[in-house]
């Protein structure tokens, strides 16, 4: 019965958590040095829809600053170089913020999805979207936060959210998602 | 002769059984991008068939298979100066006038059980004699297999080569709405696109299929559980089974030449490695440990050898290890800087392979010699197969609606697309003869 209640009140909450952020997680999508033009308005709010699933968790004071839209929490896709694991300088802040907030939170667990563009082989850009998931749970786990809290899975090229063949979408493509529950 | 006639007519009747299945799906559209010019002339001239029009034009599908190898010219239906179709009827002066070589002639008679007898006689027009001829049992159902059979035979007697026309392609379509809202489906059609039939339909990737050796299987990874996964799925029942799975990437299967074995890449140490799974013992032996990425293994006809990919030099390129494990060799050095996802021509002398530099495309690679020759032109070329009879190599590539299939012949001289009419088609596997 309680469970009931506090599956309810989870509804409830990330029902509105979707409609309050949903506008202001549309800039937070926007990587620091890449245009958004290559997004289309459905991808967006697919991006939308992923970041939000994080919401609702409602445990210990940090809650608000994961729903913060200008918490660098809100931040859920980081961008690599081509051919590259390594996490951008542009993107360390982002990704302390994050190991913070699991350190604090030690029952929070999330997933990383590591991607690639479409250049290469598809499996070998499933190995490569790996390393950049696995590059990232590293770094968050360097930061503070635990191994067991972070699962991993690489789709490779199998999910752009670009969908051109030019280095605008394939800077878009090549990223890691940091997906709370 | 009879002998001949009555093997055929056995395997014929085992395939029509449990393999006559409903037809669906848009054929793939195949376009003859370039040809040759030393195509041998030929002629096919429509069957004869005295009853209500029949549901395919053997003769046009025998034609089409026949210019689409570009190795033969079949003369337009339109010009063809008679339309014989018994040897009596023949008028070899006037074939030898338009400049045919050779000719190919048959006849349709109904069977009591509803079947249909093919008749067909390839004929040299300068000798006037008969090279090869058959009677294949056929069904309404099945017409379109038994003008691929014939075909088959025509190109073996004229080329030596043993016919792949009659063989099949399996491949990933994705209709694409959103990063997370796309429709994969895995699909088998004919060499010539036609019969495409939807094995696996999902919301979630789908990749990598690849062929048993006796044609009845398809292994493939699919994300339905959140992760990678490698599946067996029986073409003809659609029953599937889930054979690698677990924490990390399970991928990039390959049957071994016997069928008993599982080549596939796993990463649940850490990083990716290649493993050899026994499909009955469910066993797995892992091959390589090295920290690198190590994916794509491929067995080589004799199965004595296994290829893959490894970035452990570097850049990545392709190694070879025995299926027993133990050291593993480079193979490929200055091809190229990125030389991906080999696999073995059918006499197990040449690789075709991903090679990149400021794009990516399609190289063959001669194992006695160490050369690799690059045999297409575009940007994007990728998931390369040949064909059981070697004469022709598949692949995926970049066409104006999206990705497409093409196919080239391995010295790069005949190129054909194969589009979809929506969406796109990619990882192109070319199944084994069929027995």
Same mark, same amino acid.
């Given at each position: 019965m309680r469970r009931t209640i506090l599956m309810g009140l989870l509804t409830v909450t990330t029902a509105w958590l979707l409609v309050g952020c949903s506008n202001l997680d549309k800039k937070a999508a926007a990587p620091a040095n890449v245009e958004n033009r290559g997004i289309s308005g459905d991808e967006m709010s697919d991006i939308d829809a992923a970041k939000s699933q994080g919401m609702g968790d409602g445990s210990g004071a940090d809650a608000s600053a994961l729903n913060d *839209?200008?918490? *660098?929490?809100? %931040?859920r896709v980081i961008y690599f170089d081509y051919d590259s694991t390594n996490i951008r300088a542009d993107f360390e802040g982002v990704v302390q913020a994050h190991a913070t907030y699991l350190a604090a939170n030690p029952e929070v667990e999330i997933t990383l999805e590591g991607h690639a563009d479409e250049r290469g082989t598809p499996e070998y850009n499933l190995a490569l979207g790996e390393r950049r998931a696995l590059a990232l749970r590293r770094q968050l786990v360097l930061l503070g936060s635990t191994a067991g809290q972070i699962r991993t899975v690489s789709y490779g090229e199998e999910r752009p959210v670009a969908e051109g063949h030019d280095e605008q979408s394939y800077g878009l493509n090549r990223r890691a998602e940091i997906i709370y529950p | 002769m009879t002998r001949c006639l009555w093997i055929f007519s056995v395997v014929l009747a085992v395939m029509l059984g449990p393999q006559a299945q409903a037809v669906g799906g848009t054929p793939l559209e195949i376009r003859i991008t370039q040809g040759v010019e030393s195509a041998l002339p030929i002629a096919v001239v429509p069957f004869q068939w005295a009853g209500a029009p029949l549901p395919e034009d053997i003769a046009q599908i025998i034609s089409n298979d026949l210019t689409r190898s570009g190795r033969f010219k079949s003369m337009p239906r339109a010009d063809l100066p008679s339309q014989p179709t018994d040897v009596m009827q023949i008028n070899f002066k006037d074939w030898r006038i338009v400049g045919m070589d050779n000719l190919v002639i048959g006849q349709i008679t109904a069977t009591s059980d509803g079947g249909f007898i093919v008749e067909f006689r390839l004929i040299d027009i300068f000798t006037g004699k008969q090279i090869a001829g058959f009677q294949i049992p056929s069904h309404s159902s099945n017409l379109r297999l038994t003008a691929h059979h014939i075909s088959d035979i025509i190109f073996e007697n004229l080329l030596g080569t043993k016919g792949a026309f009659s063989t099949r392609v399996a491949y990933v379509t994705v209709d694409r709405k959103g990063p997370k809202d796309s429709t994969y489906r895995l699909q088998i059609a004919d060499a010539d696109g036609y019969n495409a039939k939807t094995i696996l339909e999902s919301r979630h990737p789908v990749l990598s299929p690849a062929w048993s050796p006796d044609g009845n299987q398809l292994a493939y990874v699919s994300f339905e559980d959140r992760n990678s996964a490698i599946y067996l799925q029986d073409v003809r029942t659609g029953e599937r089974q889930k054979v690698v799975f677990g924490e990390g990437i399970n991928s990039s299967p390959a049957f071994s030449p016997d069928g008993r074995k599982l080549a596939v890449t796993r990463s649940r140490e850490g990083n990716p490695d290649i493993y050899v799974v026994?499909? $009955?013992?469910k066993e797995q032996q892992r091959l390589t440990t090295d920290s690198a990425i190590d994916t794509e293994a491929a067995w080589s006809p004799d199965g004595q050898t296994i290829v893959f990919t490894s970035d452990r030099g570097g850049s990545p390129q392709i190694y070879r290890v025995s299926p027993a494990g133990g050291p593993q060799q480079r193979v %490929?050095?200055? $091809?190229?800087?990125y030389n991906a996802r080999a696999s073995f021509s059918p006499d197990g002398k040449r690789l075709v392979m991903v090679t990149g530099g400021s794009g990516f495309r399609i190289a063959v690679f001669d194992l006695d010699g160490g050369r690799s020759e690059v045999i297409t032109q575009a940007s994007l070329d990728e998931s390369p197969s040949f064909a059981p009879n070697g004469s022709m190599i598949i692949y995926a590539t970049m066409g104006g609606r999206g990705t497409e299939l093409a196919a080239t012949s391995i010295d790069g001289t005949v190129k054909q697309r194969l589009a979809l009419q929506n969406g796109q088609v990619r990882e192109p596997a070319w199944g084994p003869f069929r027995k």
């Amino acid at each position: 019965m309680r469970r009931t209640i506090l599956m309810g009140l989870l509804t409830v909450t990330t029902a509105w958590l979707l409609v309050g952020c949903s506008n202001l997680d549309k800039k937070a999508a926007a990587p620091a040095n890449v245009e958004n033009r290559g997004i289309s308005g459905d991808e967006m709010s697919d991006i939308d829809a992923a970041k939000s699933q994080g919401m609702g968790d409602g445990s210990g004071a940090d809650a608000s600053a994961l729903n913060d *839209p200008n918490s *660098p929490l809100s %931040t859920r896709v980081i961008y690599f170089d081509y051919d590259s694991t390594n996490i951008r300088a542009d993107f360390e802040g982002v990704v302390q913020a994050h190991a913070t907030y699991l350190a604090a939170n030690p029952e929070v667990e999330i997933t990383l999805e590591g991607h690639a563009d479409e250049r290469g082989t598809p499996e070998y850009n499933l190995a490569l979207g790996e390393r950049r998931a696995l590059a990232l749970r590293r770094q968050l786990v360097l930061l503070g936060s635990t191994a067991g809290q972070i699962r991993t899975v690489s789709y490779g090229e199998e999910r752009p959210v670009a969908e051109g063949h030019d280095e605008q979408s394939y800077g878009l493509n090549r990223r890691a998602e940091i997906i709370y529950p | 002769m009879t002998r001949c006639l009555w093997i055929f007519s056995v395997v014929l009747a085992v395939m029509l059984g449990p393999q006559a299945q409903a037809v669906g799906g848009t054929p793939l559209e195949i376009r003859i991008t370039q040809g040759v010019e030393s195509a041998l002339p030929i002629a096919v001239v429509p069957f004869q068939w005295a009853g209500a029009p029949l549901p395919e034009d053997i003769a046009q599908i025998i034609s089409n298979d026949l210019t689409r190898s570009g190795r033969f010219k079949s003369m337009p239906r339109a010009d063809l100066p008679s339309q014989p179709t018994d040897v009596m009827q023949i008028n070899f002066k006037d074939w030898r006038i338009v400049g045919m070589d050779n000719l190919v002639i048959g006849q349709i008679t109904a069977t009591s059980d509803g079947g249909f007898i093919v008749e067909f006689r390839l004929i040299d027009i300068f000798t006037g004699k008969q090279i090869a001829g058959f009677q294949i049992p056929s069904h309404s159902s099945n017409l379109r297999l038994t003008a691929h059979h014939i075909s088959d035979i025509i190109f073996e007697n004229l080329l030596g080569t043993k016919g792949a026309f009659s063989t099949r392609v399996a491949y990933v379509t994705v209709d694409r709405k959103g990063p997370k809202d796309s429709t994969y489906r895995l699909q088998i059609a004919d060499a010539d696109g036609y019969n495409a039939k939807t094995i696996l339909e999902s919301r979630h990737p789908v990749l990598s299929p690849a062929w048993s050796p006796d044609g009845n299987q398809l292994a493939y990874v699919s994300f339905e559980d959140r992760n990678s996964a490698i599946y067996l799925q029986d073409v003809r029942t659609g029953e599937r089974q889930k054979v690698v799975f677990g924490e990390g990437i399970n991928s990039s299967p390959a049957f071994s030449p016997d069928g008993r074995k599982l080549a596939v890449t796993r990463s649940r140490e850490g990083n990716p490695d290649i493993y050899v799974v026994d499909l $009955a013992s469910k066993e797995q032996q892992r091959l390589t440990t090295d920290s690198a990425i190590d994916t794509e293994a491929a067995w080589s006809p004799d199965g004595q050898t296994i290829v893959f990919t490894s970035d452990r030099g570097g850049s990545p390129q392709i190694y070879r290890v025995s299926p027993a494990g133990g050291p593993q060799q480079r193979v %490929t050095f200055n $091809a190229g800087e990125y030389n991906a996802r080999a696999s073995f021509s059918p006499d197990g002398k040449r690789l075709v392979m991903v090679t990149g530099g400021s794009g990516f495309r399609i190289a063959v690679f001669d194992l006695d010699g160490g050369r690799s020759e690059v045999i297409t032109q575009a940007s994007l070329d990728e998931s390369p197969s040949f064909a059981p009879n070697g004469s022709m190599i598949i692949y995926a590539t970049m066409g104006g609606r999206g990705t497409e299939l093409a196919a080239t012949s391995i010295d790069g001289t005949v190129k054909q697309r194969l589009a979809l009419q929506n969406g796109q088609v990619r990882e192109p596997a070319w199944g084994p003869f069929r027995k």
